[in-house]
């Protein structure tokens, strides 16, 4: 209806018409005439007809027009309903805004890709509002697109205009396409939101960036940021082209090398929404894979190992200043987080306004630089002063959080109009960090979001700039970048509270433990004997024996102790020998042996229980690193210890009995 009436009253909303008022409407203050005229670089006369435009839209709604006073200030006026304004001016249509010629190419492709059979230019004029001319010029910049990615156009003057396509080269350019509409948020959302309505997707991205988090619990794996994001947009193309039966059908070429995560993941997609897939589509998909290097990833088996060296390097961190950032849960959780992502990646910026930062931060980077070749040695990868940085702003944040007992941090998250971008930056958010995420909005709505719920909202995570808000602001690519996450780490260190990816801090009750469901008396051994660490590794690694691990598992254990010092001593008297699943680990196990005058590591350090931990990669081991921790921070070794059979200690370390 409102369209009906604007073309009564003879006007349209260009694209700078409808970015004034969203400018008005966000900032809330006057606006200058010579300010607009820098900024769109166009004449003042250009401008006023821009402001008869939007009084024309804000007439059809019910608004008064907008205010100029005497020193060519532009405002809102007094009575304007602003809620209302946004809320119409993000139903706006194509007859109301009018594209540019990119925007006009991008939306004449989708509507070929969507249209069967032939298509006359007067058709497509029609629904773009533009003349016959227009589209027969877009239509020659359209078909350089199509060309560059083998599709082929016909046209017939009595008919029009079709694109003949192979459909894996028509998913590429859609692909390409998508990814430009996704991350480009200049034009505040509009014409994204136009493509999205068109395209009216049975299943949109949001739902393929949590089923790909799922398979990667599911199956042990990581992908670092670049591979999962292009992994769901490739997914989201595919299954939304194959539910409307455009399958690849041509023969595709078999894979030798392809990664094995992609047909796993294509299968699992497939089974969640109902979507059958044939042989060549898993064949393309694997191509894909290949093509644009997103194999990256990393088994998860190998998480437990590495946390063993994150904990070892916050321990001599805490012994420099006398902290036990090693004890602390979250703080492990989002630096083996950060260090898998940041790894192989090229140089970041990150800068820290030392002002801000806790009293100990030059101690604390000093820690960083002195001891941060434990973290080199096992990652075989220099780390780079940004690199330290940002390790820093984690244990910073981590000794905020240990000074006061306080709650998550409540964070909105605001984008440019699109309810699908604002749902894919709140669930990277979800993967990396706990935040109490306290709305998704778009930027229109966050102004009086933050009045209405100011006293939650800590601070806002948004794709553009918004100004004058009382609570902080952190401006954001789509899709997340590292620079991103070490700002989002750093605000929150800032603020003081709590930070980090998931899980942690919560003791569990005694039916509950890892340790209770692992261990069993049959595999704890005692030993009257002071052993060396290799015959102590040796032989808590032979009790378990061969139904859990080849022979290979132990000899990986001692090599990893000489080649990292002693990494597997979690806490005073106790340490937890291990090495990665690839090493011939069949199933989970836990064993223990139990040396009444000590196991004997470089430096004469000692530790009276040593456990042997194997494991096929599932997160939970977490949960046991820190119950085995807590042993050797309380009077539980020594009791251990005064044991004399397999059953007393089982029952001591159990029951407390």
Sequence with gaps: MYCLLVMKAGGDMKKRSADILLDLLETRKKICFDKLSEQYQVSERTLRKDIKEINDFL????????????????????????????????????????????????YIIVLLAT????????????????????????????????????????????????????????????????HKIITNVRNKGIFQQIILRKLNEKYPLPQFVKYIQQFEINNDLLLNETVFYQNALYLSVAFNRMATGKYIISKQEHVENGDNYA??????????????????????????????????????????????IIIYFLSKIGNEIDIPFQEDRLLLQSLLQHIKSVIGQDEFYI?????????????????????????ERYLNESLTDNMMKAIVIHICASLI?????????????????????GKLLEAQVKNYFDFNIVGVVPVRRVYDEVETKGNIVDFVISTVAIENLTCPILMVNPVLEINDLNAIQKQAF?????????????????????????????????????????????????ILGKEYYTVSYIDKMLENVKKYGPYIILSPGVALAHASAENGVHKEGLSLLVSKKGIVFDGDVKVYLLFCFCTRGDETYLELFHEIMDLGRSERVEKVIQKHDCEGVYKELITGT
Excluded: W
């Design 494 to 542: 800032i603020l003081g509270r709590l930070i980090s990816r998931n899980n942690g801090g919560t003791v569990q009750n005694e039916s509950q433990t890892k340790l209770k469901k692992m261990l069993t008396a049959n595999h704890i051994v005692i030993s009257n004997e002071m052993l060396s660490y290799e015959e102590g590794i040796r032989l808590v690694g032979s």
């Design 115 to 178: 249209q069967i059979g032939y298509m006359t230019m007067e058709k497509i004029a029609e629904e773009l509002f533009v003349s016959r001319l227009t589209v027969i010029n877009d239509i020659e910049l359209v078909k350089q697109q199509l060309k560059d990615f083998d599709i082929e156009t016909k046209t017939k003057s009595s008919k029009g205009i079709f694109i003949q396509y192979k459909e894996e080269n028509l998913r590429l350019l859609l692909i390409s396409l998508f």
């Design 351 to 375: 800068d820290i306004d030392e002002e801000e930062a806790p009293s100990e931060y030059q101690e604390i980077f000093g820690a960083v630089r002195k001891h941060v070749y434990i973290l």
């Design 59 to 106: 007439e059809t709604i019910g608004q008064c027009d907008l205010q100029i006073d005497v020193n060519g200030k532009i405002t809102l006026d007094k009575t304007a309903d602003c809620q209302v304004i946004r809320d119409e001016l993000y139903k706006i249509d194509l007859y109301m805004y009018r594209m540019m010629q990119a925007e006009r190419c991008i």
């Design 263 to 308: 047909e796993d993941l294509l299968n699992f997609i497939s089974f969640q929404i109902g979507v059958g897939i044939n042989e060549n589509e898993k064949l393309f998909y694997k191509q894909y894979i290949m093509r644009n290097h997103l194999d990256a990833i990393t088994k998860k088996g190998k998480d437990a190992e590495l946390s063993s």
């Design 401 to 421: 959080r240990s000074r006061a007992d306080i709650e998550k941090l409540s964070v909105l998250i605001a984008c440019p109009g699109s309810v699908a971008t």
